[in-house]
């Protein structure tokens, strides 16, 4: 008897569970846009994460879902565009003028101060392919690099690790 309802609860009951955990994602889903492969790629980490942190059947799966909420949090920053939107919060425009707009503030210098290194990079991509470099195209550069060095990291910490998650 109990061999017929894990068989129940396996075949019946899980599928079911696994369509109301992924129904709000599925509804969301868009063809064409980046951010609904990170939605879905974030949806199967977090859901993964939360297995292993419940099961705890290996040794080091405290590691494993460290790692995996370290790349939840990546992906809400590349998402989210944080890279981009720090760069802005840099600039300040006047908005109450038709494009383009004038700018009130602007404090890139002191962006590019905190990423002596990425400034250096920007500076050498921009150089590369002969384009002005002006403070503010300089600064967008270091943001660009940051948000594509975020995207790498992402993948090569899942390619590192992921088909030892799926055990």
């Not at 370290?70 to 908005?95: G, R, V």
């Not at 195209?137 to 590192?160: P, T, V, Y």
């Amino acid at each position: 008897m109990k061999s017929l309802l894990q068989s129940i609860k396996y075949h019946c009951w899980n599928p079911i569970k696994t369509v109301i955990q992924w129904l709000p994602i599925i509804w969301k889903d868009r063809q064409g846009d980046d951010y609904y492969i990170f939605m879905i790629i974030r949806r199967k980490l977090e859901l993964t994460a939360n297995h292993i942190e419940h099961m705890d059947h290996y040794v080091g799966c405290e590691h494993d879902v460290k790692r995996i909420r370290l790349i939840i949090k990546l992906i809400d920053k590349f998402i989210n565009e944080d890279y981009e939107l720090e760069h802005f919060s840099y600039i300040e425009y006047d908005w109450n003028i038709r494009f383009p707009r004038d700018i009130i503030k602007d404090d890139t210098l002191k962006y590019m101060n905190l990423y002596p290194t990425w400034k250096r990079r920007a500076i050498n991509k921009l150089t590369k392919h002969n384009q002005l470099i002006d403070n503010y195209r300089l600064s967008f550069e270091i943001a660009s690099l940051r948000h594509e060095k975020c995207k790498d990291l992402i993948f090569d910490l899942m390619k590192k690790d992921i088909e030892r998650w799926w055990l």
